[in-house]
């Protein structure tokens, strides 16, 4: 995907945020902040983008986001564990309504058998909604790697958003 097919993601989850009258916030560690510049980097994105969590170390992660010392011993920082936490974190350290993480391997050295290059964790929460988590496998390099994670982020947030916009208001 090249930068204007991501331009044109960002700005229909920005027109699908403000739809729904929501705020944004991320939680990133092996995307480096690269999903927070794609939502950024459309005019206008300040309506609809909270705040974002670069959380590259495990301290940071623990710190900022209140990510279990204990998770991160028992699962790794690679695990749905960690990107639920971090999810979690970033809505309850924001103002935003929805939130979503990134943790992965990007490559090119990192991976193991159990956790390869490539493999990514995402998590997405919403106030008051059960918060879902996925891993996805990518392939390529680095750069590619993390272009991919910040794709599956906002499709993730979009698909999510579209079902929430999908279901009838409750009184």
Known sequence: MDDAALSNLAIELGAA???????????????????????????????????GFVTYSNQAKVE?????????????????????????????????QIAGSITGIAGPDGGTLEKPVGAVCFAWAEKNTPISTITLHFSGS?????????????????DRLNRSAAKPLQN
Request: proline share 0%; with cysteine; hydrophobic share 45%.
């Open 17 to 51: 945020l403000k739809a729904r009258g929501y705020t944004l916030a991320l939680a990133e560690s092996c995307t480096g902040g690269m999903a927070a510049q794609a939502v950024t980097s459309i005019a206008g994105s300040s309506a609809w983008f909270d705040r």
């Open 64 to 96: 900022m986001l209140g990510v279990s010392s204990q998770t991160l011993e028992k699962y790794g920082a690679v695990s749905e564990q960690a990107a639920r936490e971090m999810a979690l974190g970033a809505i309850n350290n924001s103002q935003a």
């Open 142 to 158: 680095r750069e590619e790697i993390r272009q991919q994670a910040t794709i599956a982020m906002m499709m993730g947030l979009l």
